[in-house]
Every structure is written in C-alpha cells, then in structure tokens.
C-alpha cells in the first residue's frame, strides 16, 4: 500500500476526480445518512455490494483526504462523521437526479400564497434595528415591546412553523418566528444579541443591501435547508429533491412524488436496514415553512392531494452557490398623497435608505412607504436633516418631485427640536463610518456612489458556501492502520493461489472475517470473489456474498461448507 500523493491531502476533488470506490462508497454514505452524522459503528454496519468492509473504511478515509467527507472528534479515540452540508447539493445533482416528474395540474383550491418573503422580513427587521435601540433585559433578551413590534413587522407567521422543523435552539422567551429571523441575522453575520441589545454588523449590512433580491432569497434558503431540516436522512433527501431544477418555477408539483427514492434510482435496502420512508404527512410542515418564507404557493386538488409550486428559481440553492444577479437599477415614485412606491427592481440600498425617515405600509409585488411628519422628525432627531432626505429623493426618484412634498419635509425636518438630537448619530456624508466603523445608527452613505465604492470593498463575502475552504484534518491514520493484524498473517495467504488443508482454509475463511475483507476463491470451477458475513459453528460454515470478479451483476448471498472451494488467496485493499 501506498500512502496518498501530496496533491491529493489538501482541498476538495470533484467528483468527477474521484476513483470507482471512492464514488461508490461516496454514493452510498449520502443515500443512507445524508448529512446527518454517523459514528464508526454506522459504518461497520454499512455493507456495500461488493466491498469489503476494509474496502468501505479505505474509502471513508480518502474521502476525507479529499474532503468529501468531514470527521469530529467525540473523545475518547470516538470519531463522528458526516458529508459537509455544502456539498450535499452537488450529490444529489449527480447521485439522485429526478427523473420527469409529470406536472400536477392546476390545484381546485389555494391554501396558502406564499408571503411577501423571509428575505423581505430580515430587512425590515434590520430598518427597525436601526431606527430603534433594541436594548436587552438582564437575561439577555429583547425587551416585549420590541418583541411585539417584531412581530408586526414580520409576514412569517407562528402558524407557518413546527418544532419539526426547528432544529436550532430558539429562546423560549420569543415567538418561534422572532425566533427564526434573530437566528437567521445571526447566521448572516448581520446582527448579533450582545449584553447592550441587538448589535449590527455595518460592514455585513452594507454587503447584503448590494445583493439582488433572488441572491438574498437563495442564501436564505440554503440556511434554512441547514438549521431547520431534520436530520431524518429521507427528509433531508425530500429537502434536496425539491430544489432540483427541473422543477421550474410556476409549475404545480405533487410532492408525494418526491418522498420516496423510486425517483433518484436509489436502493430501498443498503444492507443496514431499510431507508425510511417519508410520507406526506411528515413533509407538510417544511412545505409550509417554504410557503409562509414566500418560496412556494400550496394547493390542493379536488381529492384532497397538496400540491405546490416554486415562485423562485431553487437551482442555485442545490449547488451551495450564489452567483449574485444583478441587484436592479429601478427607481422609486413619489406620490402627491406622501406615499412612495419601491417596486421590485429598486436596489435594496436604495429601499434601505428611503425606509430610514419613512413608514412602511405594505409589501407585495410593490412595497408602499410614506413620509409623514413624525418619520422626517424622528429622522431628523437622529440625525438625517430634510436636506438630505430631498438629496436621496432627488437622486432616487425615476421622475417627478411635487413641489408640497418638498416643501413639508423641510417644514417637519426644521420642526424637530435640535435639543433632542442625539450626539453621536448625525449621519457622516461620506463613508467614514462604514470605513472607520464609526458609531452613526444610520451608517450608509448618502452618496450613492461613494457607498457603493465601499459596500462593495467586501461585497459577495456573506455566506458564499461555494467559498468556504474544507478543513483538512492533518490527524489522518495511515492506510495501513485500517489492517493493523496484517503482519501477523502468512505472506502467501496474500500472494499465492493455491489450495490449502481444510483447517487452513477455515483459518484464512475466519481471518478474513475478522480483518474485513474479501476472499478469492474456486467454487464451481469458476474463479469468484466472496466476502464473509457470518461464521456458524457446529457444523462449521461460512456465510457471504459471492460475484464473479470484474463484473457488475449483483452478488449471491450463500453459505459455505468445508470443502466446498479450493484454490484461494486473501484480497487486501492496496493503493487505490
């Protein structure tokens, strides 16, 4: 046996890259485990048609050479392992490719449209977080007012959640929805609860405010597919299935086609047991997850079967990747009556900006906000004179400025008592703050130009799974340590094909059970390789797969008594 080359230890292979046992013991640790964690016992129990279990732990340990496969210790010389969640996306594009699934029909009745989006209520989480001190009480959670106004501002809804789908530890102290956005602004490196209240990230704000809405909805997603997706691996599986990109959006699914691995071409036994099945029942609630987060609508047909649709694109989602589209360049419309309309092409920084001295309305297909005269004065308190509002207005607007417009926000910014300005929050025009990290509540430049410059000195860093390095554990046994009896076998049990006494043979039989690996073997008058499962006593037998070497058809299960082979040698996994 050869130790790996150098160029093979550090980063990760594709998987084109990889070699027939490392695919197929690749292949089969997704189908069973998914991205759940299995311990070393998991794996001597996982039995692969012909391989070897030497074989099968020889692939485990290049496979997280190559980085496939990730490994913790628990302790105690106990190991955990799992596939990196970045990855599984990949595998199920080449491992459980859907074939067609037929279209549904339109549903008789729609349960549930999906809401204004979860990306939609990060943002105006954020804009509150900004506008408002969101201080914490001695136990380190957000005082109720502030609780009850998030709550306000959220379209996701108590209703949308089941703790089947809550795998993070959320605060008993907030509703499951709160619960979902503060962990969701905490796994985007946005916002943080510290001992002085919910503290914003201003750099990772200025970098999410650049993206497009399709790249936030996307990252959104993939968290949520890692911290809220059980770790039952059929469900896991379903999870994967529903983003696969033949299912286009606006095209209604059953997804009772999705719950079973007929689709994906995987083997419904793999020798540990039979995979869970997953059924409809069990799937709903991340279905309504999904629909209650504005990723899909939910339907039902006339006998009572759910159907879906996807209102996004998921294909980005399934590979990890985040390729950011362009963020828009729309501008938004000033309306004699003080409202304005954002439609969905305005940039976020630009929306993020208007929000800051104005009250939203609503949110559909185009969100509604309107300056009034507490808006512009509370702005001014902090800090966001009326001259600056009619600079950003004036900039942002695609056409028309009315005149009264103008003239009530200088009327109400100039109203506003300059005793209670805050110290410290005026805004910088500029970008010192963003650059020097200063302390403004309202950090984003004014100049939408120079903001630019710096919000994008970062821009794409935020949760870029398709970047993230894959650590290699520089602990790594030897190949060798797989078979650490090998030295005490005869050497010509390895290299010579021979027959041998019958209590030789049984004793060659009985090593290569408890070593793990295969037998070649004369049976029939063909040459055969054969893997010992079970070992009987009283009368002696054997018991095991047998196959012709070099071919693909499927092994026999058979049970063997002396002397019913001759010539054999035993098989050690070499360099592979």
């Not at 955990?80 to 067609?100: N, V």
């Not at 962990?183 to 201003?202: C, T, V």
């Not at 005026?426 to 903001?451: C, E, H, K, T």
């Not at 009368?539 to 071919?551: D, K, S, V, Y």
């Amino acid at each position: 046996m050869t130790a790996m080359g150098d160029h093979e230890r550090g980063g990760t292979a594709s998987l084109d890259q990889l070699r027939p046992l490392e695919r197929t013991v690749l292949s089969f640790i997704w189908r069973r485990f998914a991205g759940r964690p299995y311990s070393d016992d998991h794996l001597r129990t996982l039995i692969i048609p012909r391989l070897s279990g030497a074989e099968v732990q020889l692939g485990v340990l290049l496979l997280r050479r190559r980085g496939w496969i990730k490994a913790a210790s628990k302790g105690w010389n106990e190991w955990e392992y799992c596939i990196p969640f970045h990855k599984l996306g990949f595998l199920q594009s080449s491992f459980g490719g859907l074939q067609a699934v037929p279209s549904a029909g339109e549903p008789s009745k729609l349960l549930q449209e999906g809401r204004a989006g979860i990306s939609l209520d990060v943002f105006n989480t954020l804009v509150y977080a900004e506008k408002t001190s969101l201080a914490v009480t001695s136990r380190g959670v957000l005082h109720k007012k502030h609780i009850r106004r998030l709550e306000e501002i959220a379209a996701l809804s108590p209703n949308d959640l089941d703790p089947a789908v809550l795998r993070f530890t959320q605060h008993e102290a907030y509703p499951p929805q709160i619960a979902l956005i503060l962990d969701l602004l905490q796994s985007l490196g946005l916002a943080a609860i510290q001992r002085h209240g919910l503290i914003i990230d201003r750099r990772a704000l200025g970098e999410w405010l650049e993206l497009s809405r399709e790249a936030m909805d996307n990252r959104i997603l993939f968290i949520l597919m890692e911290r809220c997706t059980p770790e039952n691996p059929a469900y896991q599986h379903f999870v994967w299935r529903l983003c696969d990109p033949s299912l286009t959006c606006g095209r209604w699914i059953d997804p009772g086609l999705l719950l079973s691995d007929s689709h994906d071409g995987s083997q419904k036994e793999d020798g540990a047991g039979t995979i869970s099945r997953l059924h409809a029942g069990e799937a709903f609630p991340w279905l309504r997850l999904l629909a209650g987060c504005g990723y899909i609508d939910l339907g039902e047909n006339d006998d009572g079967r759910i159907v879906f649709r996807w209102r996004m694109t998921p294909l980005p989602a399934l590979f990890g990747g985040f390729a950011n589209s362009e963020a828009g360049s729309g501008r938004l419309y000033i309306q004699p009556d003080f409202d304005i309309l954002i439609p969905p092409d305005v940039p976020y920084t630009l929306r993020f900006q208007a929000a800051l001295f104005t009250e939203r309305l609503s949110d559909d297909v185009m969100s509604v906000y309107r300056l009034t005269r507490d808006s512009v004065m509370e702005a001014a308190r902090a800090g966001i004179g009326p001259e600056q509002i009619i600079q950003l207005l004036e900039k942002g607007a695609a056409a028309g400025f009315p005149d009264h417009v103008r003239t009530a926000i200088v009327q109400w910014g100039m109203g506003a008592d300059d005793s209670e300005n805050r110290p410290g929050h005026r805004l910088q025009l500029g970008n010192a703050d963003l650059a020097d990290g200063g302390s403004s509540r309202y950090p984003l430049s004014w100049s939408l130009d120079s903001a630019a410059a710096v919000i994008t000195e970062r821009a794409g860093s935020i949760g870029e799974a398709e970047d993230e390095p894959d650590e290699v554990d520089e602990r790594l046994p030897d190949i060798r340590s797989l078979l650490p009896d090998l030295t005490r076998i005869p050497a010509m049990w390895t290299k010579d094909w021979r027959a041998y006494h019958s209590s030789t043979a049984k004793q060659m039989m009985e090593q290569a059970l408890a070593l793990s690996v295969k037998l070649e073997i004369s049976i029939y008058g063909r040459r055969m390789e054969f893997i010992p499962r079970e070992l009987g006593r009283n009368p002696w037998t054997i018991t095991g797969a047998l196959f012709p070497p070099g071919a693909d058809g499927p092994e026999s299960i058979v049970q063997l008594s002396e002397g019913q082979w001759r010539e054999m040698r035993l098989l050690i996994p070499g360099s592979v």
